[in-house]
């Protein structure tokens, strides 16, 4: 078997930290936000998905409104918790991802 090892890289996107940064969350609810905002921009470019056991920074995200149109069809899952359903959606059959799933319904 044969692999390619291949590197992609992504722009982070300022536009979420710029929205994050004026949001009216708490000051804490921001800094998670900020911190793991290359989450979003990975999801962003590459299928819509996180795999992070981080349940703050997926409450952070959805504590901010002024981000929430922007990501409501990434698709957060545990992979400590959620790992059958992980298979599901990462199978090849797979094309419908739960809604239990999405960060923002």
């Not at 004026?22 to 793991?36: N, T």
């Not at 981000?67 to 094309?95: A, C, G, Y």
């Amino acid at each position: 078997m044969f692999t390619k090892k291949r590197l992609h890289l992504i722009n982070h996107n300022e536009d979420f930290n710029t929205s994050i940064a004026a949001s009216d969350a708490a000051d804490e609810i921001k800094a998670i936000a900020c911190k793991d905002s290359h989450l979003l921009d990975i999801a962003a470019a590459n299928g819509r998905s996180i795999a992070s056991q981080d349940e703050k920074a997926k409450a952070a995200f959805y504590a901010i409104p002024e981000i929430k149109h922007s990501i409501r069809e990434i698709t957060w899952i545990n992979p400590t918790t959620d790992v059958e359903d992980l298979q599901k959606i990462f199978s090849k059959n797979s094309h419908n991802i739960s809604n239990e799933y999405k960060c923002f319904k």
